[in-house]
């Protein structure tokens, strides 16, 4: 190779790589993009501290059937969804108890939910199953059942409320979902600001006024 070809090659393998490189911001080009990961997220917004955190997914649809799930329960037994069928239940999703909002939502829960009929509230977190337990007993609720979501997939996946981002990466983001006794979604809110708490009323008139038609 002449000296003349050897410089046009080497002129042609820098103009490449120049382009290549000014395809993003950051230096990163599309396809190393989504080999490393930076996709676009195609979940929910939410705010923590003035912070737009995401979610892994999508909430769950009004009336669509409510996808089943295995959660842990305090004795380390799975409990699924379909276990309740022939009941209303709400779902209560919060971040964990160690946090004064959830803390509050679940004596809430407790308190109000208790003169539905035919209705249970699952409050469902991170938290380990021992911790859940302590909460409870220490503060003597009895009318909601504590379930761990720490070593579920099947809920993870498929209610899109895990945070994906953001110091809370991993924990699930705050939610309620009431279900009738068909297993049919008849009410969701996403708390769009994490440290607010749920729409109890909410969605206890949507528990009361469910109908299985």
């Known amino acids: 190779m002449t000296d003349m070809k050897k410089t046009l090659f080497l002129w042609l393998a820098l103009g490449a790589t120049v382009t290549a490189f000014a395809q993003s911001p950051n230096g990163i080009t599309k396809t190393s993009a989504v080999q490393t990961g930076q996709t676009k997220n195609k979940g929910e917004s939410i705010i923590y501290k ?13 009336g669509r059937k409510a996808p089943d799930f295995h959660l842990t329960q ?16 709400i779902l209560n999703v919060f971040p964990s108890l160690d946090t004064p909002t959830c803390a509050v939502s679940v004596r809430e829960f407790n308190e109000k939910a208790s003169g539905l009929e035919n209705t249970v509230v699952l409050c469902i977190s991170m938290d380990l199953p021992f911790a859940q337990s302590r909460f409870c007993t220490t503060e003597g609720l009895t009318r909601v059942i504590p379930l761990s979501a720490f070593r579920s997939q099947d809920f993870t996946k498929n209610y899109g409320l895990q945070i994906a981002d953001g110091p809370m990466k991993g924990l699930l983001a ?35 006024t469910a109908t299985t038609e």
């Open 74 to 89: 305090s004795d380390l037994q799975d409990v699924k969804l379909s276990d309740f069928k022939g009941k209303k239940v």
């Open 174 to 208: 705050r939610a309620v979902i009431v279900v009738d006794e068909k297993g049919i979604v008849r009410h969701t809110q996403l708390v769009k600001e994490i440290s607010q708490e749920p729409d109890y009323e909410a969605a206890l008139e949507s528990a009361a």
């Open 50 to 62: 003035r912070n737009t955190l995401h979610t892994t997914g999508k909430m769950v649809e009004t």
